[in-house]
């Protein structure tokens, strides 16, 4: 326990403090990104908080872990931290390709896999599947890793949003692994916790700097690492012992993680690459519907939450029936929610044209150009 305060303290304090310096610096080196027609916000704001977390997070993480035993893989761990940060960081400033940056989380996904030993290799039941070979459960963890990396990226573009949910997650298998003594998990999860939180005291609405993309791949590549390390490890934990770990999994994620499935597969659909930018994004659908960024965040917050524990509930139903479940309250959702807003702004997914999007794309806050 001693380990997981001392992350926590060191996380914080340093995001606390090192985000006004970065701000500072930021803008002094006018490393910032540039609002314009397509963008909310009307000033120039920096899009280097992935650098304050990314600092803060390892700091706490590393002088935690010093005193515990280390876990196989822990220098793979780092490694794909390392991996992302320099990815995320370069795109933050100088601006990649889709192309180029899917290269780097593809990069961290094989050292997590390879390195780090990170497979999943039991479906608990899913479609009546339980354990599966080495190859596949090495293709489900990169497809995972993969997903997971770019939800949290496209899910940041709300003041406030990916930072906020980045902590609901993070502190959700942070709990599962602490009352199972699992510490070093814990400390991971629980040190990145506070150092986002540190960052989010500065980025709510109105927001003083943006994560970027270091923060939120970084934020997915933390959560792709909790989620499946749970999901190897619940059927057998000493304390809440989880059957159906993959449904328990995939309803914490579940925000992120359906809203980007949902939007690449229309991209696709439509002859467009995933990356493409458009207003289909669930917040983008409450943004149209009149809601201030606070409270698109609160809304998706909480329903992350209630997710959760709803899905804690349907647990005896067996993986299948909860994951199905689940995906049908949401699509439900979401389809409720973009029939309702209003007149003006209902112009169907399904028939919007590249021109159309060039003409009435208006990236919120902290949206870039795949989100």
Known sequence: MEQIILGVIISFAVGFYAIPVIITVANQKKLYDIPDERKVHTKPISSLGGLGIFVAFMMGFLMAVGSISIVKGFQYIVASFMVIFFFGIKDDILVLSPVKKLFGQIIAACILIFGAGLVITNMHGFLGIHAITYTSGCVLTFFTIIVIMNAYNLIDGVDGLA??????????????FLVNGDIFYSVLAFSFTASVFGFL???????????????AMLSGAVNAILVIHFISTAKTAPVLAIEAAPAMGFGILLMPLLDTLRVFSL????GRSPFYPDRNHLHHFLLDRGC?????????????????FLTYIALPLGTT????????????????????????????????????????ENISSNSFISK
Not at 292 to 308: K, R
């Open 201 to 215: 005291i500065y980025n709510y609405s109105p927001a003083k700097i943006f994560m970027g993309d270091t923060g």
């Open 163 to 176: 930072g906020t949910i980045s902590v609901i997650t993070s502190s959700i298998f942070g709990f599962f």
């Open 267 to 270: 991209r696709m659909i439509h």
């Open 292 to 308: 201030t960024h606070t409270q698109v965040t609160l809304v998706i917050a909480l329903s992350t939450v209630v997710f959760a």
């Open 321 to 360: 029936w909860v994951i199905l479940s689940q995906i049908i309250i949401f699509f439900t959702a979401v389809y409720t929610i973009y029939l309702t807003r209003p007149n003006k702004s209902k112009v169907s997914p399904l028939r919007i044209v590249k021109s159309d999007f060039e003409e009435r």
